[in-house]
């Protein structure tokens, strides 16, 4: 359960207020900084007031907002900020952490595959390499367990957006493959959307 004792409550009027889920920006049950929703994390209440990471921000019910890092998912679980935030008891579970990561790399994978479906993703060095000659290339996603090297030889100096949210073995699964170490988007909203869940999932990469 999570609770905070007297001595941690907040006496500024600003950290005990509601914040709005109006317009583009939320701002973090713990920081206090506003920042994009996009670039954030959610959570909403469920039954018996089990707290569930909501990462597409579409759950009904009143939202509690963080920015998306470990120190502070972990600053909000010891300090009893979701109970403050919920202004009540919240049943925290204890895998949250894993819930959260598990979550970004499905939304991750998801997309890539309705990327790959819709013709904007390929996969393979030669593939990959035809697609940056040609310019085409939005979004350079990497396996995790690449070779830095290699990536240097394939990209050279262009100055390509680059993320490395999965393994090999994950990458490959999604273009029926036993692995792919490196995968092309085409610029638009998939590739935009890939690279934000990326830079959530970075916040919880291990220090």
């Given at each position: 359960m999570d609770g905070e004792s007297e001595a941690d409550a907040p006496t500024d009027k600003d950290d005990v207020e509601d914040a709005p889920e109006r317009g583009p920006l939320r701002r973090c049950i713990v920081t206090r900084e506003s920042g994009p929703k996009e670039a954030m994390l959610r959570f909403v209440l469920g039954p018996d007031r089990l707290l569930v990471p909501d990462l597409a921000a579409k759950l009904p019910g009143r939202g509690f907002w963080l920015s998306a890092r470990t120190d502070v998912l972990e600053r909000a679980l010891s300090r009893g900020g979701f109970a403050k935030a919920a202004r009540g008891p919240v049943q925290i579970p204890p895998d949250l952490r894993l819930r959260i990561e598990d979550g970004l790399k499905s939304r991750i994978r998801d997309h890539l595959g309705f990327a790959r479906r819709?013709?904007?993703?390929?996969?393979?060095?030669?593939?990959?390499?035809?697609?940056?000659?040609?310019?085409?290339?939005?979004?350079?996603?990497?396996?995790?367990?690449?070779?830095?090297?290699?990536?240097?030889?394939?990209?050279?100096?262009?100055?390509?957006?680059?993320?490395t949210p999965l393994p090999a073995v994950e990458l490959g699964g999604i273009f029926g493959r036993e692995h792919a170490v490196h995968v092309a988007l085409s610029p638009g909203r998939l590739a935009e959307t890939v690279a934000r869940e990326a830079a959530r999932l970075a916040g919880f990469a291990p220090a």
């Open positions: 819709a013709g904007q993703a390929v996969c393979g060095w030669q593939a990959v390499k035809e697609w940056l000659l040609a310019g085409r290339v939005g979004l350079l996603v990497e396996a995790a367990d690449g070779s830095a090297a290699e990536r240097g030889r394939l990209l050279g100096r262009r100055e390509i957006p680059m993320v």
